[in-house]
């Protein structure tokens, strides 16, 4: 065992003494100047001395005002309602859908079409939806990453 383990060891045990209230030992030099601390520190807040009752109120209002201070709460912003966050899902299915349906939709033959994509020819209107829709997408992750 090493050195530093065996003062760990020694110093533990004294000070479990301390507490238990047995008589003390005589400890190594090396440990002696810990060994008046931990005598001393027992004598000045020992078991037997608990807080009053005024101090322990006043300790936990402080503590739950620091914790608040650095933990602020999040306002409850109506976007995180619940009823507001599923008509958002639905209106997204709903969009989702008519860009779907624009882009599988059967064209009338005008020259509006867009050739050479891999679904074949798509109206031009659905290419802006689906860029709308992309951008809405865009800008809400980007919002979201920024708060």
């Keep these: ?20 209230g047995e008589d003390l030992p005589d400890v190594s030099p090396e440990l002696a100047g810990l060994a008046d601390v931990v005598q001393r520190l027992y004598d000045t807040a020992g078991p ?7 101090f322990e109120a006043h300790l936990t ?13 999040r306002g409850t912003s109506w976007l995180r309602q619940r009823p507001v966050r599923l008509a958002a899902l639905a209106a997204a299915a709903a969009v989702v859908l008519v860009v ?19 679904l074949g ?16 997408v ?7 990453e920024r708060h």
């Design 61 to 73: 209002q402080r503590l739950v005002m620091e914790w608040n201070h650095q933990h602020p709460r």
């Design 48 to 54: 037997r001395l608990a807080p009053s009752a005024s």
């Design 1 to 20: 065992m090493r050195d530093d383990n065996r003062l760990d060891n020694e110093l533990a045990a004294f000070t479990d003494q301390v507490l238990a």
């Design 138 to 144: 865009g800008l809400t992750a980007w919002y979201r």
């Design 121 to 136: 020819s798509v109206t031009w209107g659905a290419v802006i939806v689906l860029g709308v829709v992309l951008g809405i």
């Design 100 to 118: 779907v349906g624009l882009i599988f939709a059967q064209d009338s033959g005008g020259d509006d079409r867009l050739l050479g994509t891999s």
